[in-house]
């Protein structure tokens, strides 16, 4: 992809789509124009970007006559943060894009009939959702536009630009790894996560304790996660990139005594080059090293705890995944003398959810840190017909595998992003279980895999989720059938 070789501005273009990444579509002479932070119906101005021989990509300059699909972003941070892109989407439509782009995949990609296909189930709550957030400490801050300009305006008239640190906590800017944007409010979490970030912000700037540089991998403080329950627990994680408690601890003190509702204050110390912690040693400071989350069950079932570690994986929409797995339950459609097969399983939410209402459920999971949660899980309710296997999913389903735990009578799926391996997907075409219920939080790799079980599954019911309000992303459920043989 090349930068366009001169200043190309396109006045009066209407945006007509949303688009995959969260983008928009206008069409300009024939060409496909990708274009960020715009509502379709909107009539803009705007300048290229890129340009490749079938597409291009653009920045909107102005907006000539808006939308009537537009709302008015809540964030002070949208159009620089790239995390909520359609927030100034009216939130009805967003569904209504969202369960077009899941019909489109499954019949482009697929080639699924949709006939069976409900609307899409909208979140309860569009903002203050979110139960886990990760903020990232720089010494490189991202300068809006706005500062920008007004820092070259101090400068032109001769003025003395206003103090201002390069620290910053927030979140990093899209396509910018070494810079991060200074969030001062968030509408993904709620209060006191805010209060949170912040204090710990202040008291690292008054006490001169170093940003993390990323590029030369130096400085003290590293991100920090906040997570929390319906039920009022609340988890912090600071991780440092070394273990200095003069430092540290003072810190971690006057967190807790300023916000006594964590129930849950633990560390990390991460000398690596990279972010991720799921490799590093937690050390629980304050608290307890866990929080508990409560989910009630389907139908008049029992209500569920589930126990949740620094590391461990849950849905990070905790009322829309209640919704997510009574769907898949209602395509389950139990009567109680199944064998169950939950691939993929993490840390067992969704057999557990299930198992009081079959004879039992196997759950196979590649992370061993999760399949230990999802042991612990089953004793915390009581849960006997309950068991988890750790292992790569290709090598452990195997036919041996099965005859050892049972034939599998359905089986339920929830795979990562990329989807099923291939080697899954032809075990499941051998032992060929009487139902498949189909869990993705990526339509196009459901839509590849729901092809390639063509042979013998006929896809019935399928039920879009919105977990993720403001922005492009979507969960599916699909139901398969076995096709009869004749």
Known sequence: MRKPKQDIVLTDVEIVDAAAEGNAIAKVDGMVVFVPFVVPGDIVDLRLIKKKKNYAEARAIAVKRPSPLRSEPQCQHFGVCGGCKWQNMQYDA???YKEQLVRDVLQRIGRIPTQGMRPICGSDDIFYYRNK??????????RTDDELRAALSTEAIGGEAPAATDNAVGFHVPTVFDKVLPIEHCALQRDPSNAIRLFVRDYALQHHLSFYDIRNHCGFLRNIVIRCTSTGQWMVILVVAEHNPDQLFPLLDALQERFPQITSLQYIVNTKLN??????????YR??????????????????????????FYQTNSAQARKLYGFVAEFADLQGNETV?????????????????????VGIEYVEEAIADAKANALLNNIGNATFHAGD????????FIAANGTTDVVVTDPPRAGMHEKVIEQLLQCQPSKIVYVSCNPATQARDLALLAPRYTVARIQPVDMFPHTQHVENVAELLLTPTA
Request: net charge negative.
């Open 341 to 361: 097969y939950d691939l993929y399983t993490g840390t067992g939410t969704i057999a557990l959810f299930l198992a009081s209402r079959c004879r039992k459920v």
């Open 275 to 284: 972010d991720s912690y799921t490799d590093q040693q937690v050390v629980p």
């Open 287 to 312: 608290g307890t090293d866990h929080i508990v989350e409560e989910m009630t069950g389907y139908d008049g079932d029992p209500t569920l705890r589930f126990t949740i570690n620094p590391k461990s």
């Open 133 to 142: 957030l990760e903020f990232t400490f720089s010494n490189k801050r991202w």
């Open 393 to 400: 999913m290709a090598k452990v389903l195997t036919a041996d």
């Open 94 to 96: 967003q569904l209504r």
